[in-house]
């Protein structure tokens, strides 16, 4: 059989930052990769689906869809759980049936941030919003229907695609606007570009099928932890602004959804069982701010 991979979601931020490192693949192995935007397939059609994986017939699939309006999944419950919970069985179901390998990306909003050190694979979730809920309910359906795959727990993406924290205070700091940001959140800032070069190497690997033929949930996320707070701090000094940065408390940030106030995650197993890593958040965040144009 050919071998060709299948990333779903390729126009969000996950699926651009992969389409951004495929470019570093040489020609014959980037051939291997098909990216399907969310355009060219409504995800909520099971039928559509199953036609599209029938047609591109993938040993391995990228799903890098997921509904990450936060406080709008309040609003768009359904909607939600249909990408987040819904369409995860659905690949589940296709990549057991058919021989497939499924790599999926989840979240540190499956915890409710109750405890004070970095949350690891074994720690018991309990999601505070719908978001994290239907989150949840993906891993679950995954790790039930058990085709070979990894779910990998990611946290706080951002990068020069899409919409993220670190976008919006760059557009901030170029409006000249004050900064008011949450202090009492605090988690792992993730580069997407890290954590996409990270999941092609791991299906690039000739064995990944092998080596994941039962599913397997890993924590993957950048190394320290950061309050949104001091996440912008630094990207103020780094972009050598000097627009003032506020901080407010989750309380005083009206949100409609509940946030976690610690949803670090330890990434050590992955390192252990893989000998995978990302680099210091703030490492990375120099590295994106550099590819935006904001940094020297």
Same mark, same amino acid.
């Given at each position: 059989?050919?071998?060709?991979i299948?990333?779903?979601?390729?126009?969000g931020?996950?699926? @651009?930052? /992969?389409? =951004? $490192?495929a470019?570093n693949?040489?020609? !014959?192995?980037?051939?291997? +990769?098909?990216?399907?935007?969310r355009?060219?397939?409504?995800?909520?059609?099971?039928?559509?689906?199953?036609?599209c994986?029938?047609?591109?017939s993938?040993?391995?699939?990228?799903?890098a869809?997921?509904?990450t309006?936060?406080?709008?999944?309040?609003?768009?419950?359904?909607?939600?759980?249909l990408?987040? @919970?819904? /369409?995860? =069985? $659905?690949?589940?179901?296709?990549?057991? !049936?058919n021989?497939?390998? +499924?790599?999926h990306?989840?979240?540190?909003?499956v915890?409710?941030?109750?405890?004070?050190?970095?949350?690891?694979?074994?720690?018991?979730?309990?999601p505070?919003?719908q978001?994290?809920?239907?989150?949840?309910a993906?891993?679950?359906?995954?790790?039930?229907?058990?085709?070979?795959?990894?779910?990998?727990?990611?946290s706080?993406?951002?990068?020069?695609?899409?919409?993220?924290?670190?976008r919006?205070?760059?557009?901030k700091?170029?409006?000249?606007?004050?900064?008011?940001v949450?202090?009492d959140q605090?988690?792992?800032p993730?580069y997407?570009?890290e954590?996409?070069a990270?999941?092609?190497?791991?299906?690039?690997?000739?064995?990944?099928?092998?080596?994941?033929?039962?599913?397997?949930?890993?924590?993957?996320?950048?190394?320290?932890?950061?309050?949104?707070?001091?996440?912008?701090?630094?990207?103020?000094?780094?972009?050598?602004?000097?627009?003032?940065?506020?901080?407010?408390?989750?309380?005083?940030?009206?949100?409609?959804?509940?946030r976690?106030?610690?949803?670090v995650?330890?990434?050590?197993?992955?390192?252990?069982?893989?000998?995978?890593?990302?680099?210091?958040?703030?490492?990375?965040?120099?590295?994106?701010?550099?590819?935006?144009?904001?940094?020297?």
């Amino acid at each position: 059989m050919t071998r060709r991979i299948v990333i779903l979601g390729a126009s969000g931020q996950l699926g @651009q930052a /992969l389409n =951004a $490192e495929a470019m570093n693949l040489p020609d !014959a192995t980037r051939r291997l +990769l098909c990216f399907i935007p969310r355009q060219a397939l409504e995800l909520t059609d099971s039928r559509a689906l199953k036609h599209c994986l029938q047609q591109y017939s993938p040993s391995i699939i990228i799903n890098a869809c997921a509904y990450t309006n936060v406080d709008e999944a309040e609003r768009q419950v359904e909607l939600a759980w249909l990408i987040n @919970q819904q /369409l995860v =069985a $659905e690949l589940s179901h296709y990549a057991k !049936a058919n021989g497939a390998a +499924l790599l999926h990306c989840s979240t540190d909003y499956v915890f409710n941030g109750g405890q004070h050190q970095p949350y690891t694979e074994i720690d018991t979730p309990a999601p505070l919003n719908q978001y994290g809920k239907s989150k949840l309910a993906g891993e679950n359906a995954m790790l039930d229907i058990a085709p070979a795959g990894l779910i990998l727990r990611t946290s706080w993406l951002y990068s020069e695609f899409g919409h993220n924290f670190v976008r919006r205070i760059v557009s901030k700091i170029r409006q000249g606007s004050l900064l008011q940001v949450v202090n009492d959140q605090i988690g792992s800032p993730t580069y997407a570009r890290e954590l996409a070069a990270l999941c092609i190497k791991l299906v690039m690997a000739p064995d990944f099928t092998e080596r994941f033929a039962k599913t397997r949930l890993l924590h993957c996320a950048g190394q320290g932890q950061a309050s949104w707070y001091q996440l912008a701090q630094e990207i103020v000094r780094l972009t050598r602004s000097d627009i003032a940065v506020a901080a407010v408390s989750s309380n005083q940030w009206l949100a409609l959804a509940k946030r976690p106030a610690f949803s670090v995650l330890s990434s050590e197993a992955l390192t252990e069982q893989l000998g995978l890593s990302l680099p210091p958040w703030q490492h990375s965040l120099s590295i994106c701010l550099q590819k935006m144009g904001q940094s020297e």
